[in-house]
């Protein structure tokens, strides 16, 4: 073959493959628009995905309106046009949720399942010099969240922990405070201490860096360490069991030092 019919013969080879391309790319696209315009049909445009219920679980203090206006979400919406993910990170910004799991239950319905922040303790901030608290009082949860009560509230019965600035205690935020932690730290520990009994934890004072003071049954005071709790309720003990050794009620006990530890007795 002359080297003219080998480059027509190559030309023809050459074309062919470029139409057989073109053609499956035109079939591929048309397939592709077609299958769009079905899935809108059949899924997107459906009427039987249409939200129509919101069910939220557990029962939580946070009411069902807040959620769903939360949530950014409304009835009549396409269920399976909703991002899951942002109606969660919209629901978790509500200073009360601690945890958010978002899904859809077909053909119309929105799961929502809430976890709501529970409160350990209540917060009385000092006011900043010359100025007033428009909110007196605060809830704070086992992670440090700091939750303002709603208003008109007739406020949980919880230990209450005085001594932190207002300036420190900001709504929906978690505390950045190293003593008011250890105050929380003290109050999932201290029930479960040996010298529990020895303790009034009703109110913790914050007395300032690295310390805070809880009292005792008999209006003595206990000043800790806010870090080595642990360390310290084993050091009160030993107190606790020589004073009862001795048929004596201890009245202050100062835990700072690392040695030589004050003790007084009321008898």
């Known amino acids: 073959m002359s080297d003219k019919g080998s480059a027509r013969a190559i030309s023809r080879h050459v074309g062919a493959l470029l139409l057989v391309g073109v053609s499956l790319a035109m079939v591929a ?4 628009v077609g299958m769009d315009v079905i899935l809108g049909t ?34 009549g919406q396409n269920l399976l046009r909703l991002s899951l ?12 949720v601690a945890s958010v799991r978002v899904e859809r239950h077909l053909p119309d319905t929105l799961f929502l399942f809430v976890e709501e922040r529970r ?26 969240f700091i939750l ?9 019965s919880l230990p209450m ?17 190293a003593d008011l932690r250890a105050a929380l730290v003290f109050l999932r520990e201290a029930p479960l201490a040996p010298v529990r009994d020895g303790l009034d934890c009703s109110t913790l004072l914050l007395e300032g860096p690295g310390r805070f003071q809880v009292a005792t049954p008999h ?35 100062d835990l ?4 030589n530890v004050p003790v007084t007795f009321l008898n």
Do not use: W
């Open 42 to 75: 059949l899924l997107y445009q459906n009427p039987d995905f249409t939200l129509r219920r919101f069910q939220i679980e557990p029962q939580n203090k946070i009411g069902k309106g807040e959620l769903v206006m939360a949530s950014g979400v409304k009835i």
């Open 119 to 144: 409160p350990v303790a209540l917060l009385c901030p000092t006011p900043s010099a010359g100025t007033q608290l428009a909110q007196p009082m605060y809830y704070i949860d086992a992670r440090g």
């Open 161 to 177: 922990i005085r001594g932190i600035s207002s300036d420190e205690v900001v709504e929906g935020e978690r505390t950045n405070n």
């Open 219 to 253: 209006g003595g005071k206990i000043r800790f360490r806010s870090s080595y709790l642990l360390e310290q309720f084993d050091r009160l003990s030993v107190i606790f069991d020589y004073a009862e050794s001795k048929g004596r009620i201890v009245n202050t006990v």
């Open 148 to 156: 303002k009560p709603k208003p008109g509230e007739k406020l949980m």
């Open 29 to 32: 696209m048309a397939t592709s």
């Open 256 to 259: 700072t030092p690392e040695r």
């Open 85 to 96: 993910d942002e109606v969660q990170e919209s629901i978790q910004r509500l200073p009360n």
